[in-house]
């Protein structure tokens, strides 16, 4: 039967463990999220490089509906990367917990309100919904001004 001492030993140590996994699981959302970004900004400029000055309307709006594509792309990839992240951040908290407390000899069994989790799944999801409706609303003001000649097709 471990000691005291070595219960307390194996609680700190475990304790310390589970205490770096939410700011990895922080990095690695968000390292996703603007790998998403990248490749969505990767597909809207390959398809402005293609616009030459004196682009017809068809072809804007017909731009207007790839880009709305690739940014509703974005938001469905990063909804699931929110909710992973929103997930396994909810597993790093109840471990940091219940693993420091089982290596200290202390067995519990936690009660996690369900709800809250929900709320915060929703409240990630909101906001990658948001970034990608203000991106299009952004985008479709500049091809706006293209189309009505306030500003060239290479300056937007």
Request: proline share 3%.
């Amino acid at each position: 039967m471990p000691t005291s001492d070595e219960r307390t030993r194996a609680f700190d140590r475990a304790r310390a463990a589970e205490a770096t996994r939410l700011p990895r699981i922080q990095a690695d959302t968000l390292r996703e999220v603007e790998r998403q970004l990248r490749d969505a900004t990767t597909a809207i400029t390959e398809q402005l490089r293609g616009l030459a000055d004196g682009l017809r309307r068809s072809q804007l709006e017909a731009l207007q509906r790839e880009i709305a594509a690739a940014l509703e792309a974005f938001r469905q990839a990063g909804t699931r990367t929110a909710q992973a992240a929103a997930d396994a951040a909810w597993a790093a908290g109840v471990d940091l917990t219940v693993v420091p407390l089982a290596a200290g000899g202390v067995a519990v069994v936690p009660h996690l309100n369900v709800r809250s989790l929900v709320a915060l799944r929703t409240s990630l999801t909101s906001l990658i919904g948001d970034v990608s409706v203000r991106a299009i609303n952004r985008i479709n003001g500049q091809l706006a001004q293209v189309m009505i000649g306030t500003t060239p097709a290479h300056a937007a």
